[in-house]
């Protein structure tokens, strides 16, 4: 073999220093750009189950306050109609027009706060409670339970504090 032939033999066999510096380069510059997408995919995944969960409990109140609206479930003198407690819409209440007094449920479980940082805190502790009579500017726990907010810190993609949605 003539040495021209012998040395293209051996460049052609594998890649120089040069070669494989610049492909692991480029391979780190579009590992930085997945990362921060992938970081953002996954909050906007998260803040979209905080919207169904929220969703999901205000439903869930709201067909409680139908149903004691409509007689169905026990309401006491002066009592705004609302639900005593995010565990009464899943243990259910009497149905006050069954003569068996089935349980009347709103909710399958209480859906966690996907915001929620801590695993040992139970699902339905992880949620802020609002009463009826409480302002909604400054939320208070109360008697009943008019709404729910997330107590995650923190601001949404949207620019809106997790507590105010």
Known sequence: MAPTAARALRRAAGFTLVELLVSVAIIGVLASMVLPMAEVTIRRQREADLRGALREIRRGIDAYKAASDAGLVDRRALRSGYPPSLRALVQGVPNQRDPNGA???????????????????????????????SPHEAPRVGEDVFDVYSRAPGVGINGIAYRQW
Do not use: C, H, K, N
């Open 103 to 133: 349980p009347m449920r709103f909710l399958r479980r209480i859906p966690r706060d996907p915001m929620a940082q801590d695993a040992q805190v139970p699902d339905e502790d992880t949620w802020g409670l609002r009463s009826y009579l």
